[in-house]
Nanobody
Framework: QVQLVEFGGGLVQAGESLRLSCVAS????????MAWFRQAPGKEREFVAS????????YYLDSVKGRFTISRDNAINTVYLQMNSLKSEDTAVYYC???????????WGQGTQVTVSS
């Protein structure tokens, strides 16, 4: 089991920015693909962004491309999600997730709330 803790959420106005962080308690962080998911009230959890363990390839939900950037710092076992030009549609609980290599995501954080007002 991988322990994941997210922080950095909050209440912002449309057009503003937030930077989410996720710290992983695992010995081999560099071998994990990391991702961010989100879930809005009454909706299913959806994929937002990911960064692979091997080549650092990134993938994004179409609606956040050009606005969100995922990155990782293996030295401190941390993955980030920089969110710019936030919209009300981005309001959700954001979850950090980890997958060993290219396996399915089986490790999840507790979530951090992001609320965007307009």
């Amino acid at each position: 089991q991988v322990q994941l803790v997210e922080f950095g959420g909050g209440l912002v106005q449309a057009g503003e920015s937030l930077r989410l962080s996720c710290v992983a308690s695992v010995r081999t962080f560099s071998s994990y693909t990391m991702a961010w998911f989100r879930q809005a009230p009454g909706k299913e959890r959806e994929f937002v962004a990911s960064i692979t363990w091997d080549l650092g390839r990134t993938y994004y939900l179409d609606s956040v491309k050009g606005r969100f950037t995922i990155s990782r710092d293996n030295a401190i076992n941390t993955v980030y999600l920089q969110m710019n030009s936030l919209k009300s549609e981005d309001t959700a609980v954001y979850y950090c997730a980890a997958a060993r290599g290219h396996e399915d995501y089986t490790n999840w954080g507790q979530g951090t709330q992001v609320t965007v007002s307009s």
